[in-house]
């Protein structure tokens, strides 16, 4: 195991030839790709947290089948040997300086900029439900805290109504809102409660997943668990002591009309922005997501600033798939932009997102740019349009180990960039 690293001294400004934002898995998975070729490199990573979690864990643990401490690493054991921690928030950037302003006042001054801290989960988008979360039957695996109390009220609900909602893309995870549903659901039948208890699926979205190939093998779990669909539907307030989801429908005409739901159990996944810091930068589009080229994941105005993960504005699923695949491609092209490697790398919108249908089958969704299916596998050996236990097997057991002891090391399996070879569309 690599020695633990320490965050920086803070009594002083610093340069680095490379500088990382963000600590996550695109942030890590950089940092050891970028070690990984260049060993000499003098890199840097910022970021505030002293915990390290891998969130694609937190479905499962919502379902009992993990458990919440086995998602959870100390920062300070993931960061590569060899790179520098600074252990601080980012108050804002100036790129035409080659800088990034620290909170405390203090500049960290850069040859190439790697943004990738990921983005902000808007809980307070929706009223009421700061104050009711974790209690009053309101829970979100989208929280590390949180996701055990939704196994808590999974295993306690004998009848009534269940609800689970799915904000306007774009999310971490576009998927993971169906998890929480399925997997509830499969729990509920395997114990006989399902007949007493109305699990409903409130969308904000037209459609229940983006890309159709995956679509009906998801409509038969919809139908088999007898889920009451709703699409167009955003939540925008929750009453926990009363037990009252307030939903806006957005009617065909462009109207709306608001309708009000009781529940025993509600599931949330909230709004989803980029970092406030991201936001007043000069680094997003309109939308406010950090703008990039979908292929080289540089910058489109600033030519020493790649991108990464969920703050991009690449049009893949925001996932940590992405990021896996992502990662590899921008450590290689920093590196070009440094005169240390020849040849610009090129990400094709790959993102993955294995549908926890029931305890013990997943639909592996695979695809990249455009809804254009890309499975890993061959379909004789693993058909992802196809609920399958093999890819229980992987989501389980095999991803887990593969996220701490591959990609958070630099060990880029089933990763290798490609070299650019043509434009790639989104």
Avoid at 87 to 104: G, S
Avoid at 396 to 412: C, D, F, N, T, V
């Amino acid at each position: 195991m690599p020695a633990l690293q320490s965050p920086a001294d803070s009594s002083c400004a610093d340069h680095h030839k490379v500088v990382i934002v963000g600590a996550g898995a695109a942030g890590i998975a950089t940092a050891s790709s970028l070690i990984s070729r260049d060993p000499s490199l003098d890199i840097a990573v910022i970021d505030p947290a002293d915990v390290h979690y891998y969130q694609p864990g937190w479905t499962m643990v919502g379902a009992g089948v993990f458990d919440a401490p086995s998602t959870a690493r100390t920062m300070a054991s993931t960061i590569p040997r060899g790179v520098r921690w600074i252990k601080a928030r980012v108050e804002r950037f100036d790129p035409q300086a080659q800088l990034v302003m620290l909170e405390d006042g203090r500049a960290v001054s850069y040859e190439q900029l790697v943004v990738c801290p990921g983005l902000k989960l808007d809980w307070n988008a929706i009223e009421g439900l700061s104050d009711t979360l974790g209690r009053n039957g309101v829970t979100s695996n989208y929280r590390y805290d949180l996701a055990p109390y939704t196994w808590q009220l999974v295993q306690n609900l004998k009848k009534g109504s269940a609800l689970f909602t799915q904000p306007p893309m774009p999310i971490k995870c576009a998927g993971a809102p169906q998890k929480a549903l399925y997997l509830s659901c499969d729990h509920w039948l395997r114990q006989g409660h399902l007949g007493a208890i109305k699990a409903r699926f409130f969308n904000a979205g037209a459609v229940l997943f983006g890309v159709p190939d995956y679509v009906p093998a998801l409509m038969a779990y919809i139908e088999k668990y007898a889920v009451d669909l709703n699409y167009s539907h955003r939540l925008v307030a929750v009453d926990g002591p009363n037990k009252r989801a307030t939903f806006v429908r957005t009617l065909p005409d462009g109207s709306s009309e608001t309708r009000v739901e009781g529940f025993e159990m509600l599931h949330v996944v909230p709004p989803q922005v980029a970092p406030d810091f991201i936001r007043q930068s000069p680094l997003v589009d309109a939308a406010g997501w950090v703008d990039v080229d979908p292929a080289t994941l540089r910058h489109r105005q600033f030519a020493n600033i790649h991108a990464l993960g969920d703050v991009t504005n690449t049009s893949n699923a925001k996932t940590a798939a992405a990021a896996r695949k992502q990662a590899p491609v921008v450590a290689n092209n920093v590196l070009v932009a440094l005169g240390r490697l020849p040849t610009l790398a090129q990400y094709d919108g790959y993102g993955s997102c294995p549908l926890t249908v029931e305890r013990g089958k997943i639909v592996l969704a695979e695809f990249t740019y455009g809804g254009k299916v890309a499975p890993s596998f061959p379909r004789w050996l693993l058909d992802g349009r196809q609920p399958t236990r093999l890819a229980w097997l992987l989501k389980a057991q095999i991803l887990p180990p593969l996220y701490w002891k591959g990609m958070l090391k630099g060990r880029e399996w089933l990763a290798r960039p490609q070299p650019l070879v043509a434009e790639v569309g989104q």
